[in-house]
C-alpha cells in the first residue's frame, strides 16, 4: 500500500505562487504516473499536471506557462509550483500516483486534498 499526503495549500492573492508538495510512503515502483488533480467548486475533478514513466510530462491548457511539477525520486515527493494564481485555479489539489501493474493495468492511490484558495 501507498499513502500520500499533500502539503503546501493556502490562501493566496491573484498573481501570487504556492508550492504544493506530496509525499509518497514508500517509492512508487514499478513506476507508471504521478500527477496532480483538482476539483473546483460545483466542477468535475482534472488533470493539472502528470508525469508518466518516460519522463513525459503533461499540463492542462490552461495552466501551462504557470505551473511546473517536478518530482525527487530520492524523497518520494511531488511537487507543483504554482505561479502567477487566478482565481479560477482555486479548488482542492489531489496527489495522484499509479504503480504499474503490467502494461495496461495499474494499481492508483489519492492523497486526502489540499485547499488552494486564490481570492483578493
Known amino acids: 500500500q501507498v499513502q500520500l499526503v499533500e502539503s503546501g495549500g493556502g490562501l493566496v492573492q491573484p498573481g501570487g505562487s504556492l508550492r504544493l508538495s506530496c509525499k509518497a510512503s514508500?517509492?512508487?515502483?514499478?513506476?507508471?504516473?504521478m500527477g496532480w488533480y483538482r476539483e473546483a467548486p460545483g466542477k468535475q475533478r482534472e488533470l493539472v499536471a502528470k508525469?508518466?514513466?518516460?519522463?513525459?510530462?503533461n499540463y492542462a491548457d490552461d495552466v501551462k506557462g504557470r505551473f511546473i511539477i517536478a518530482r525527487d525520486n530520492g524523497k518520494n515527493t511531488l511537487y507543483l509550483q504554482m505561479n502567477s494564481l487566478k482565481p479560477e485555479d482555486t479548488a482542492v489539489y489531489y496527489c495522484?500516483?499509479?504503480?504499474?501493474?503490467?502494461?495496461?493495468?495499474?494499481?492508483?492511490?489519492w492523497g486526502q486534498g489540499t485547499q488552494v484558495t486564490v481570492s483578493s
Open positions: 514508500r517509492s512508487i515502483s514499478p513506476f507508471r504516473s
Open positions: 495522484n500516483a499509479e504503480r504499474e501493474i503490467s502494461r495496461v493495468d495499474v494499481m492508483a492511490y
Open positions: 508525469i508518466i514513466s518516460g519522463s513525459s510530462i
